[in-house]
């Protein structure tokens, strides 16, 4: 009989010892996979920020990263009004011929001056850092084994 409590009480260690160990793992997978999210955000928001036109750098400046689900997760933000115009392009320039085909004139407060145009070309910024920012994430986390 007292065989038989040597045996339980050794599988009962070896348990506890191996949920320990589970539970360790699970600790480390996770922290790995934040890390993963934030270095792929980082990468993109800052090749962004490097790609886009810097004429006044407000553009640039309004990309920022939000982290969610306990760094689980990431939003990167472009928060310019314009963003969407200077990576698509606009007029007889915007990608996919969507733009406005008739040449227009508006005023300029930092010309000071009214200004004729037919649009302005595409300067994308955002699509090649999420592509580049995608592929880093796709590879680490096959490297991670996930």
Do not use: C
């Not at 990167?76 to 915007?94: F, L, M, P």
């Amino acid at each position: 009989m007292a065989r038989r409590d040597i045996t339980i009480g050794i599988e009962m260690a070896g348990i506890r010892q191996f949920e320990r160990t589970l539970d360790q793992f699970e600790r480390d997978f996770i922290n790995e996979v934040k890390r993963i999210v934030v270095e792929t955000a980082e990468m993109i928001k800052s090749q962004a920020q490097a790609l886009a036109p810097g004429d006044d750098g407000n553009l640039r400046q309004s990309i920022e990263i939000k982290y969610m689900n306990r760094g689980l997760s990431a939003e990167i933000i472009v928060g310019a009004d314009y963003a969407i115009y200077v990576e698509y392009g606009t007029g007889i320039y915007a990608q996919e011929g969507n733009g406005r085909q008739t040449p227009w004139v508006y005023f300029s407060e930092k010309l000071g001056r009214y200004v004729y145009t037919r649009g302005m070309k595409a300067h994308p910024y955002w699509t090649p850092a999420i592509e580049a920012g995608s592929r880093h994430f796709e590879r680490e986390l096959n490297i991670l084994g996930a």
